[in-house]
């Protein structure tokens, strides 16, 4: 015998404006197997959820509506407060009177009929539901970060002191990322290798952190908790435990390479390491321009190794393992000065990126520290830096601001003239957006003492015109022209996604938007997770941003993977979809429109074990409960528990019939 | 320069009349000058491009009817190629040249005075005579004896006709006599 | 590849050399080319900041003009081009304005035609291996600095030629003659176009700038496609190194000149004896002629 208990919301005046709460709960009150039907101001608050829990103790409710907001607001608050006194959670429902009703309508007396019947749908559906039980899933106690950068480290140290054992998971030969490459940092000035130096050796010699180097994803499968990677070793050629870095490879080698590393300033050679610093410090064989590969030649790096560690026979390798919870920290990559056609489309030596202007004046850069004109090794007395290089220009790039570019030209015009004492530090400008702690102050620092010439305006043309290069820029501020004949031009350029990372994102079921920044699920309330369970996002993968806000989010979505692997096991939503096996023939519509691949065929036998027949089944930790499957059943088989057939009916008949 | 603006005044009024004109949005400027370094004859203007933008979005009509800037410009599309927002500053400036002289402000330059002799030639034979242009101007412009040494060297290097071709100039004069009806009445 | 040839005004008087130059190309290369019989004024720069549509109207005859005779049309004016090409944006917009040129043209035009630059129908049609075949004259030894000008490259999305910061097709038909097309950054610096009359002085400025950073890229000459960047480069030259007291001698070749001499084909057909600053001393100097 049903015994419901309906709850009328004022909602202040948001519901009670518009819908007469009082008349509502006292029409409802008549409908058979309603025994208590009473309004309150504000439910959701405590005195308003304790009034809910004594009435389901005192009247021995059988099932409780909640006639208010939307369930996607408080659906969880009044759910709990029912399992505290006692009821199953899923004996309540919500009837939503406002967003539906009292918020979209004015007309007072036909909201208020709309609530009445909107409520009398949810206690019909209440009468018929079933206790559900949510669903218990196992996890793997052991988490992986894609991406190598400080971003990805962090997260990887912030986990692995929970003790999850974890995977740090990088594509280039050495973790380190773009930090790694930086000479100094904003706003303190801080060496960036030697504040980045000791976390890498931390990540290298933690016992639970596992370092793969030199490759990539492969495949994903499986669901939170509980995914399946497979990785990608690409062929390194050298056997890391054999090798002991000592680097008569790399010496001996005799074919050079433009160095990536010191973003095309610098010359590696085809066996090398990225950076001295590098970890793992093993060299790795570069396939494209080894002789040895390209026209079987030479070996001499072979020859020499003192421990046989070189091995040209090398195969990719792909790896299996198994991970409860995912951090994907793939960082950024920067535009090219060959990207604008203005700026003279690369040709130009002494026209560089700000990445290429940090190697430039880095002691362990291409001409250690010695800061020279790429094009005759001069040393530049007058440089221009220009700013909003690709971003901010939605006509012709990107729209966005690369938020970092102020900061970090600040940071350059200060690194120049601690090296060129007599320089000119020139920075055309639109804005100045320097809003982290002491970020202000940094950049006033830059033009009141340490003698930037900030000029408002971007540079329409920058070309060369004899020994000189010529900026055209503007100051709006005078109105005027301002022509600089410069020794060299940095360009501030947009920072963007990184290559291959929307293969990445579609591998691991994880969305992104039009320029390739990964999606969080909620831009303000769920900053460092995607909309997939299980996976989580930190750093320049979103969006540009600075290394303080970086590492905070790979502490936050560390944070997040350890409170997800700290039970042994998950708890998910009752809401799933089940198969009466008795009359399901096993068309396999089901199994096809899932779209989370959460149905498959179950073989039924007899005693002897011989195969009778299939049956669907689903695997309730993959479903979520979307109810795609239920109208795909020819014979009704399949139905959503918390939302059956038997159970919407009954709503639609409360609103339809007399 | 003082501004004032009263409660009842809607600024965007002007960049509004601009939008249905020069077919450019002046709301999507956000000054960054990029237009103004680029421009080859900034340093003839009174004010610069990206300002002439600037008094449009505060609707200051007077300001930029009565500059010498908008007269100026040679139409070279610099700025509007490279404006990181897609704002036709070309445009703009083409479009109050039209509205200057459908409120008949004298153009600071000499530049009516070539269109007009340009336009006359066009409408008396249908091609432009270029001899006829030139001293069309130099009577306009007051500038009698403007290039006239090289009339005699283009004669010699046989690159100039001295007979005006006639063609559909009748048909072209009723083009020119509909069009210019029609727009005053726009 | 049967076109109609719109030349015109600048092409047909102060500009005869690179109409000269023209035809002699399209005969030696047999191409199925004819000039459009009635062709009138597109307007230039002078109607448009007067009365828009009238800009629009006038090019729009010969739109008509074109249609009649069932052909594609094929121009060298870069500012006949672009007028021909907005007249012909406006007609598809099928708007108040549409209805305006249609009314005072007193007809309606067809808008679907196709408009081509000389160059290039050059480039992707004829095709750069056939046009090698015809060379007979390496003009190896000869540095040549390509200058487009505004008009042809801007705006962007209405002429569509080539990339409005470096462009690409003239210097790729320097490169067939044997001639060096050098690298330099002012390949489309405007040269203050029809100021040339009205405001000399600033045309002298802007002008002076292009020869000089030619110059100093290691140009010997320039190579044109446009007729008024012509007159300020060359007719105006001698002025120029009066105002900047300097001197340049950088002859200003139209492109098909330079194509014509590498086709063998005579130097007065080509009309190399109308240029202001002599050719001849250079092209003998190089072997050329």
Known sequence: MARIGVFVCWCGSNIAETVDVVKASETIAKIPGVVLSTDYKYLCSDPGQDLVKQAIKDHNLTGVVVASCS?????????????????????????????????????????TQKAIDLIRMMVEKVKRNKPLQNVKIPVTKKALVIGGGVTGIQAALDIASGGIPVILLEREPSIGGHMSMLDET??????????????????????????????????????????????????????????????????????????????????????????????????????????????NRCGICEKVCPTKAVHFDDQPVIIEEEVGAIVVATGYDLMKTSDFGEYGYGKYKDVVTSLQFERMVCASGPTLGDLQRPSDGKKPKTVVFVKCVGSRDPEHHYPYCSKICC???????????????????YVFYIDIRSNGKNYEEFVRRASEHEGAQYIRGRVSMVYQDGEDLVVEGADTLTNSQVKIKADLVVLATAMKSPEGIKELAQKLGIGYD????????????????????????????????????????????????????????????????????????????????????????????????????????????????????????????????????????????????? | MQVNINKDVNLLEFGEDLKQIAETDVKKCYQCGKCTAGCPLNYLMDISPSQVIRFCQLGMKEKVLNSRSIWYCIFCDTCSTRCPQGVDIKGVMDGLRRIARSEKIKPKADVRALEKSFASSIYSFGRVYEPGVVAGFNLLSGKLLHDVILF??????????????????????????????KERSI | MNYAYYPGCSLESTSPDFHLSTKALIEFLQMDIEEIPDWTCCGASAIHPDNKLLSLALPSLTLDSANKIKKDIMVQCPACYAHLREAQHALKLEDEMTEGIHEVLNKKVDPSLNIKHFSEILVHEYGMDKLEEKRVKSLEGLKVASYYGCVIVR??????????????????????????????????????????????????????????????????????????????????QKAIEKRYKTKFNLPIFYYTQLLGLSFGLDPKKLALDRLFVSPFPLLRNKGLL
């Open chain 1, 71 to 111: 369930p996607r607001m408080h659906e969880p608050t009044f759910r709990k407060a029912a399992a505290q006194a006692g009821l199953n959670p899923y004996m309540l429902e919500m009837a939503n009177i406002r967003e539906q009703c009292s918020w979209v309508h004015d007309k007072k007396e036909d909201a």
């Open chain 1, 186 to 295: 904003f706003p303190t000035l801080d060496c960036s290798q030697c504040i980045l130096t000791p976390k890498m050796v931390e990540v290298a010699q933690h016992p639970l952190i596992q370092i793969i180097t030199y490759s990539e994803l492969e495949s994903l499968e499986g669901f939170v908790g509980n995914f399946k990677v497979k990785i990608r070793k690409k062929a390194r050629h050298v056997d890391i435990d054999a090798c002991t870095g000592c680097g008569t490879c790399w010496q001996k080698c005799p074919t050079k390479v433009t160095s990536e590393f010191e973003q095309g300033l610098g010359k590696r050679k085809a066996i090398y390491i990225p950076f001295p610093q590098a970890i793992p410090s093993r060299p790795v064989i570069d396939e494209d321009h080894c002789l040895k590969f390209t026209s």
């Open chain 1, 407 to 425: 900061m970090y030209t600040a940071k350059q015009t200060m690194l120049f003239r601690h090296k060129v004492h007599d320089g000119n530090a």
């Open chain 1, 514 to 658: 039009q320029h390739g920044f990964l999606t969080e699920a909620h831009p303000k309330l769920k900053p460092v997770e995607s909309s997939t369970a299980g996976i989580f996002l930190a750093g320049c993968a979103l969006s540009p941003r600075d290394i303080p806000d970086s590492v905070s989010e790979a502490s936050g979505a560390a944070a997040k993977v350890m409170g997800l692997l700290s039970k042994s096991e998950l708890e998910k939503d009752g809401v799933v979809a089940t198969v009466r096996e008795c009359s399901c023939t096993a068309c396999q519509n089901c199994v096809k429109v899932c779209p989370f691949g959460a149905i498959s065929l179950k073989d039924i036998k007899d005693r002897q074990g011989n195969l009778i027949r299939q049956v669907a089944n689903v695997n309730p930790g993959l479903c979520t409960g979307c109810g795609t499957c239920t109208p795909s059943c020819p014979s009704r088989s399949i139905d959503l528990q918390g939302f059956t057939d038997e159970e919407l009916y009954a709503e639609i008949n409360a609103m339809a019939l007399l």
């Open chain 2, 152 to 181: 005699p060297l283009l004669l010699i290097k046989r690159k100039i006709c001295l007979i005006p071709h006639f063609v559909r100039s009748s048909e072209v004069r009723k083009v020119f006599k509909r069009a210019r009806k």
């Open chain 3, 155 to 236: 705006p962007k999305k209405v002429m569509a030629y080539d990339d409005p910061e470096n462009p690409q097709l003239m210097d790729q038909l320097i490169t067939m003659t044997g001639a060096t097309a050098i690298d330099w950054p002012f390949k489309t610096k405007c040269c203050g176009a029809g100021n040339s009359i009205s405001r000399t002085e600033v045309v002298l400025d802007l002008t002076y700038e292009i020869l000089r950073m030619a110059k100093q890229n290691g140009a010997e000459a320039i190579s044109v496609l446009c007729p008024l960047c012509h007159i300020n480069l060359d007719l105006r």
